[in-house]
C-alpha cells in the first residue's frame, strides 16, 4: 500500500497571479482552457491537466495499491476542492471520497511532515517509536520545506516543481512514463 499526500496550490493547480513563481516546466503545463473559483473572484487553472488525469484514473481504479489524500496548508473548504479537481481531471467519483487535511486539521503540528505523521497515526499506521518506518508514504509538493519535513519523518517526496516531476510520479504510480496520444 502506497499512501500519496498531494499538495493543491502550485502542485494541481495555480492561479495567474502566482504564474512568474512556477518553475518553466510548471508554466509550461498550466492549461487555461478551463478554470475553477476555489475562493469568490480568483480563477484557478490545472497544472498537468492530461498527466494528472490519467494518474487519477489509474489511482481511482487502484484503492487496494494506493490511499490519496489532499493535503494544503490553506483554508480551502473540502467540497470546493473535490468539486475543482473532478472539474480539471475529471473522476469524481474518486475525488469526492478523497480526504482533505487542511490548516485546520492537527493545529499543534509545526509543519506538513508532522501533519502526515499525526495523520498516519490516527489511521493507525504509524506508531509513537517507529513513526512511518515500513510504510510509503509520499508528498508530493513544491515546497522544499514542506518536501524535507516529510522526509524527515520518514516519508518519501517528489518535487512537483522538477523538471522530472511528471516521469516520477507516473513510475510511482503507473510502473512508468506513459505516452499520451498526440493532440488532432
Same mark, same amino acid.
Given at each position: *500500500?502506497?499512501?500519496?499526500?498531494? +499538495?493543491?496550490?502550485?502542485?494541481?493547480? &495555480?492561479?495567474?497571479?502566482?504564474?512568474? $513563481?512556477?518553475?518553466?516546466?510548471?508554466?509550461?503545463?498550466?492549461?487555461?482552457s478551463?478554470d475553477?473559483?476555489?475562493f469568490p473572484? /480568483?480563477?484557478?487553472?490545472?497544472?498537468?491537466?492530461s498527466?494528472?488525469?490519467?494518474?487519477f484514473?489509474?489511482?481511482?481504479?487502484?484503492?487496494? +495499491?494506493?490511499? =490519496?489524500?489532499?493535503?494544503?496548508s490553506?483554508?480551502?473548504? +473540502?467540497?470546493?476542492?473535490? !468539486?475543482?479537481? @473532478?472539474?480539471f481531471?475529471?473522476?469524481?467519483?474518486?475525488?469526492?471520497? =478523497?480526504p482533505?487535511?487542511?490548516?485546520f486539521h492537527?493545529p499543534?503540528?509545526?509543519?506538513?511532515?508532522e501533519?502526515?505523521l499525526?495523520? *498516519?497515526?490516527?489511521?493507525?499506521? @504509524?506508531?509513537? /517509536?517507529?513513526?512511518?518506518?515500513?510504510?510509503? =508514504?509520499?508528498?508530493?509538493?513544491?515546497?522544499p520545506?514542506?518536501?524535507?519535513s516529510?522526509?524527515?519523518?520518514?516519508? !518519501?517526496?517528489?518535487? $512537483?516543481d522538477?523538471a522530472d516531476?511528471? &516521469?516520477?510520479?507516473? /513510475?510511482?504510480?503507473?510502473?512508468?512514463p506513459?505516452?499520451?496520444?498526440? !493532440?488532432?
Amino acid at each position: *500500500m502506497k499512501y500519496l499526500y498531494f +499538495d493543491l496550490d502550485e502542485t494541481l493547480f &495555480t492561479t495567474l497571479d502566482r504564474y512568474s $513563481s512556477l518553475s518553466l516546466p510548471q508554466q509550461d503545463s498550466l492549461d487555461n482552457s478551463v478554470d475553477y473559483e476555489f475562493f469568490p473572484d /480568483q480563477k484557478s487553472y490545472p497544472l498537468y491537466r492530461s498527466r494528472h488525469g490519467l494518474i487519477f484514473s489509474h489511482l481511482a481504479l487502484s484503492p487496494d +495499491d494506493f490511499r =490519496v489524500y489532499v493535503l494544503t496548508s490553506a483554508v480551502y473548504v +473540502d467540497a470546493r476542492i473535490r !468539486k475543482g479537481l @473532478a472539474k480539471f481531471f475529471g473522476n469524481r467519483d474518486f475525488f469526492w471520497n =478523497v480526504p482533505c487535511i487542511n490548516r485546520f486539521h492537527y493545529p499543534n503540528a509545526q509543519n506538513k511532515g508532522e501533519k502526515i505523521l499525526l495523520h *498516519m497515526r490516527g489511521l493507525e499506521q @504509524a506508531n509513537d /517509536q517507529g513513526g512511518l518506518s515500513g510504510l510509503e =508514504v509520499w508528498l508530493i509538493d513544491d515546497q522544499p520545506g514542506n518536501r524535507l519535513s516529510a522526509i524527515a519523518v520518514g516519508a !518519501k517526496a517528489i518535487a $512537483s516543481d522538477a523538471a522530472d516531476y511528471i &516521469t516520477k510520479l507516473e /513510475q510511482l504510480v503507473l510502473g512508468g512514463p506513459v505516452e499520451l496520444p498526440a !493532440k488532432p
